[in-house]
């Protein structure tokens, strides 16, 4: 095997077992703090909250993440953020409020690195002809997790309603394990390659970066047209992952009037936006390497194709989301109905299209940033997440002010100019 595929299969695995807890977690957060509640009414801590804390510190720490990487390397960005993802998992174990909001700034700060740090490791392992491919590799390993962890829950709730704390506490523990085993895992990861196979990592020491300096060329970058253009498809990312990651479930979970027991309708509904996350990362490994093989032209093409396909994925989501659940979903158990009797089938069918459509968009943006910004992926990357964090944490703070449909209104408004602005600069690519 090609030692640069053999180092992005090892990230990929990495991730894998990391984000079994995370995305397990994020999907059932909300509705396990409010059992907690419930039996502990001193304990306030909210999952939106935590969710927007997560993602707000995240931002913030997006602006220094180029220089932290310059400085120690994506390699040990990546195994310290994954440390990150483990202490997340304690207030979960032993609740507290301060303990989950502390440890919520905590996480933020590890997903601005790890997740920088592996845009970085991924464009140091590709060149343009794979990096499609190896985004969609990637993609698709990494969000194997998904479907893992709920399966799990799913076999946790398949006699109970709720988690009482035994059982909470069981499956936290097991995460926790689960994730420390990712943690093993990304901490052999090898130095990146270059086509001829030398290292080409970045080692503390070789390298001197001001943070000022790294702080300036990143802002720099933003407001060249292009990357402004990009800006919106990367807010727009945002919005749609804290709908997937936590939002979405938890409509389900709390309308009652699906006819069957919605809370175990979260493991399913998890399961199924993990294999469109999949399916959609190995969709876009395969025109990868078609693309690989043809011309420049078809390779621009087909970054398009897949943009517009997720576009009328999400549009076909949103508008039977729209119809199936109730505007009030999002804020705890409802009765209501809405246009039309809630159908769990239809639910789950949504939450498989929501991962697709989300698997087309951020392949395609790693994908855009490796070929355009291969000389500053870093800063390029981090500007990713920056807009991609700010985004979802203003997601999660209006998801308990707004109701269902505002919130779709807003994410089909943001994705469509998003998806003309992304249109725009990949046909720049091309002239």
């Known amino acids: 095997m090609d030692k640069r595929l053999l180092n992005v299969s090892v990230l990929g695995l990495g991730f894998m077992f990391v984000f079994t807890s995370f995305q397990t977690v994020s999907n059932v957060e909300k509705t396990v703090l409010k059992g907690i509640e419930k039996e502990n009414p001193s304990f306030t801590g909210d999952g939106y ?39 997340f998992l304690t207030p979960f174990i032993w609740p507290s409020t301060i303990l989950l909001y502390t440890m919520s700034a905590v996480i933020g700060f590890g997903t601005s690195i ?9 464009t140091l392992n590709s060149d343009p002809s794979t990096i499609s491919r190896n985004s969609g590799i990637f993609w698709a390993m990494s969000n ?14 398949r006699d109970k309603s709720d988690l009482d704390e035994t059982v909470r506490r069981l499956v936290f523990t097991v995460l926790a394990v689960v994730c420390a085993f990712g943690t093993l895992i990304l901490i052999v990861l090898r130095p990146s390659l270059d086509a001829e196979g030398r290292e080409n990592e970045v080692k503390k020491g070789v390298m001197a970066v001001n943070p000022k300096q790294e702080l ?32 979405y479930t938890s409509c389900i979970a709390f309308t009652t009037t699906m006819g069957t027991n919605s809370k175990q309708l979260l493991g399913y509904t998890g399961i199924v936006i993990g294999v469109g996350e999949v399916l959609g990362g190995l969709l876009c490994s395969v025109l990868g390497r078609k693309s690989a093989s043809s011309s420049a032209n078809f390779n621009g093409l087909s970054r398009s194709v897949v943009i517009i396909t997720s576009f009328f994925v999400n549009v076909v989501a949103y508008g039977l989301i729209f119809v199936n659940l109730p505007n009030d979903s999002p804020f ?70 707004f109701g269902l449909y505002i919130q779709l209104f807003i994410l089909a408004t943001t994705m469509t100019v998003g998806t003309l602005s992304f249109l725009k600069v990949d046909a720049s690519i091309l002239v």
């Not at 194997?144 to 709730?157: K, R, T, W």
């Not at 490796?370 to 998801?399: E, P, Q, R, W």
Request: aromatic content about 14%; proline content about 2%; some cysteine.
């Open 49 to 87: 909250t935590s969710l927007c804390i997560i993602y707000g510190v995240f931002a913030v720490f997006n602006w220094l993440a180029p220089a932290i990487i310059n400085v120690i390397g994506s390699r040990k960005s990546i195994y310290l953020g994954s440390i990150c993802y483990v202490a």
């Open 114 to 122: 790890i997740w920088t740090g592996q845009g970085t490791y991924l």
């Open 144 to 157: 194997i997790s998904i479907c893992v962890g709920n399966m799990f829950m799913i076999l946790v709730l």
């Open 216 to 247: 300036k060329a990143s802002m720099r970058l933003l407001l060249t047209t292009d990357m402004s253009l990009l800006s919106i498809i990367f807010f727009f990312t945002g919005l749609h992952v804290s709908l997937c990651s936590g939002v």
């Open 332 to 401: 705890g158990d409802t009765h209501t109905k809405s246009f039309i009797e809630p159908r769990p089938y239809l639910a789950i069918f949504c939450g498989f299209l929501l991962g697709l459509g989300d698997s087309g968009f951020t392949t395609q943006i790693y994908n855009i940033i490796g070929v355009k910004y291969s000389d500053n992926s870093a800063s390029a990357t981090s500007l990713f997440m920056f807009m991609h964090a700010i985004s979802a944490a203003i997601s999660f703070f209006y998801s308990n002010q």
